[in-house]
């Protein structure tokens, strides 16, 4: 079977600090995957290493079984893996709209001359790039005027622009860092719908998350990483009970305690 | 929005009818000539508000590719005997495509402060250049009897007829500015002046766009350099210092960066104000140094910036605190 996305033995170094080392990923189309792993495990830099913001030092990253790993991040974007930020990284000073087509650029084609003499085919393309836009925040639920600026939009909102603005890039992956973080329940789980409505329009989604109600929650399956390592992959149940996931978030202990407790009692 | 934009066409139409019959009123010839200068200027700072307004670079060549763009053009006249018409597109390209062989390097390998160092070197190159390539251009005695543009037997040989051919360039660029900054290009340059790495993962070839807004700046920086040849008939290379680059950068940042009006406003101001404090000369500087302070702190937005706020917070009285439209100014 084909993986639409799969590293093999992918490495990045910091200076001495291996942030990512050898971790063989595999992803099969339609699923979603959860990523998880303590602070500083190397969850964010794999997705970078994924997305081209970072070249990998070893390994190989590939996407429908081509070998993307030296592609600029604009040429990833393009054939069809799209993401968000940890925190943030919106257009503040550009509209709910103008953020989101930007998602489309890399599906339309108007150029300079377009811009200069505006046939109708361009403003056909600027009309449906508009369209697409309004139909995204439409997909995640984000009812605001569409010429409301950015800079004014609460974090939750946010949250959920920068997902309408990486659907708008037309995926088959998206690739999602942290996208509940600082939201409150209601918002968790309106969060958790966007996603579960992203995997039914036939899109893959890897998610980073440290909720674990909500990763475990949504996830097909959970890959773990601790210092850079992949060290344990499963279904979320098989996760919540192996005991060097629970050592990763835990440390060593010599009391027994109900083990998939014990994952959610870190998180509360 | 139908409305909105037929009312602001019919204010465009207005400005421009006014900008037009400018000549009829003014009699004085030094006042025509402010004006055909800061419509020089006013060229200059538009082409760089889309590489700093737009695409969110700093830099300062455009005096320099002022200064290309008066010597392709002039010497294009002399030399090759280009009429008028030839020689200005002819000095645009020129240096449009010196700002491209410039902005393949640097925008590959430079960023933030780094590029506007490269951008001082490059002013003070091109300035040496003008002043040592004698055989060429005259070094620093300068280029004295460059032509007047003719056209259907009609020598611009006064302010008040060079000017109709400014306004014409300044309504043209003016209106490629809009259109760009309202275009699938000019979105994708907004973008990478607010987060250029979301812009490159968002799909936009952020290397490219980059590379594309210099250029053009360039040839902005190419067509003013033609007129202001053409207009003065005399260059120099002390003209292309780097004080002017400053003086653009601050019409820039004065009118409103990002904003198409804002070169207008940015650079009708900083050419016309200057003269009325002709008076209190020994101040100018003081007052002007005063200005940009104030500006800084103030409105760090620019003047239009500063509208575009105030006409926000009208609304949002008018239509309660939490959806009030916000419009991006043009």
Redesign the interface.
Known sequence: MEYILETKGVTKRFGGLVAVDAVDLQVSRGEIRGLIGPNGSGKSTLLNLI???YLPDGGDVCFNGEQITRL???RI??LGI??T?QNN???????IQ?NV???Q????K???S???F?PRS?KA??LQ?RRKAMECLDFVGLN??P???VA?LPHGERRLLEIA??LA?EPEVILLDEPATGMNPSEKDRIVDVIRKIQEAGITVVIIEHNMPVVMGISDLVTVLNFGRKIAEGTPKEIQHNPDVIEAYLGEDDEEEGSSDAVEARES | MQRTSFRKSIFYLVLIAIAVLIPQIVESRYYMSVLNLASIYLILAAGLNIYLGYTGMMGFTQVAFWGIGSYASALAMINLKMPFWTALPFAALFTGLIGFLLAIPSMRRLKRFYLSVTTIGFVEITRLILENWESLTKGADGLPGIPRPVLWGIKFNTPHKFYYISLFFVIILTAFSYLLKNSRVGLAMQAIREDELAAEVMGVNTFRYKVLAFTLSAVYGGVAGSLYAHFVGYISPNVYVFQEAVTVLCMVLIGGAGYVGGPVIGALLLTIVPEWLRFMHEYKALVYGVAVVLMAVYMPKGILGATEQIRTRIRQRVFGEKNAPVYPGQ
């Open positions: 997305s081209g913001v600029a991040p604009h974007a393009e799209a993401r930020f990284r919106l257009f503040l000073n550009l509209t103008e087509m930007v998602g650029h890399c599906r339309t108007s150029e300079l377009q811009a200069l505006r361009s393309e600027m790039t605001r005027p010429e409301f600026i004014g603005r990486a890039t």
